[in-house]
């Protein structure tokens, strides 16, 4: 299952990790999705793309990009979204490795099964500092799937936010820290459940929902994630 998250680092040759992004197409074009604090470091002539393990990171000129920035906003409702398109050589040599999340996609909701739930789990999908490894000239970074059922939706100023709800407590190798997962898609997993034969299945129909900036410490074993949703999606996509 391939959800279309890659790291951000400043310069080709630096390893400085900046962020997480998701690649996406919509009317033929293709764009990185991330946070605009996650942009916004990724200072210099280039920025370079970690695509895969053992592989030399691509390298992008910031000159051949075409950035929509809302953001970054100042305290922890943002807004803070960045979506930048790339020249499509540049995506051609993303998709011998990767797939991009076609927005202008119908994804119907998938069909009922009898005496089954359907529920929904929440994703993020990114590389920690906390679990990389970052030397002066090479990087390990260690990308990550992050779920959750709890979720609180909250509506400010035009823009919807999901906070993810992620507790140590119960799961005690989660990180305490989850910076470097700015700009990571929140994907949407919907799941049947059958509680009486104890099964769960999934469906394919798995939906880009938004995009993680901003990490909130309830205390020292609950963490938020708070993540753009959908809304806050369209507004940035308005343009395109």
Request: aromatic share 10%; with cysteine; hydrophobic share 40%.
């Amino acid at each position: 299952m391939d959800l279309h998250g890659f790291s951000l680092s400043a310069g080709s040759k630096s390893s400085a990790h900046s962020g997480t992004a998701t690649c996406i197409t919509t009317k033929g074009k293709f764009y990185l999705l991330t946070a605009a604090h996650v942009w916004k470091a990724l200072q210099g002539g280039e920025f370079a793309v970690s695509l895969e393990a053992e592989r030399v990171m691509l390298s992008i000129n910031r000159e051949f990009t075409e950035p929509k920035i809302i953001g970054p906003g100042s305290g922890d409702w943002g807004p803070d979204l960045a979506l930048i398109r790339i020249p499509d050589l540049v995506a051609r040599d993303i998709q011998q490795l990767k797939a991009f999340y076609n927005l202008d996609r119908h994804r119907p909701e998938p069909p009922a099964i009898p005496g089954a739930e359907q529920s929904t789990l929440w994703t993020v999908l990114g590389a920690p500092a906390e679990r990389s490894v970052v030397g002066p000239d090479d990087a390990v970074l260690n990308l990550t799937l992050f779920d959750t059922w709890e979720v609180k939706t909250n509506y400010t100023n035009r823009f919807d936010y999901h906070d993810l709800r992620f507790n140590r407590h119960r799961r005690p190798a989660l990180p305490r820290s989850y910076g470097g997962i700015s700009g990571s898609g929140l994907w949407q997993i919907p799941l049947m459940l059958n509680p009486g034969r104890g099964e769960i299945g999934w469906s394919w129909a798995i939906r880009l929902a938004g995009v993680a900036f901003y990490q909130l410490d309830r205390s020292d074993d609950e963490s938020l994630i708070r993540c753009h949703g959908e809304k806050s999606l369209e507004i940035l996509l308005a343009a395109v």
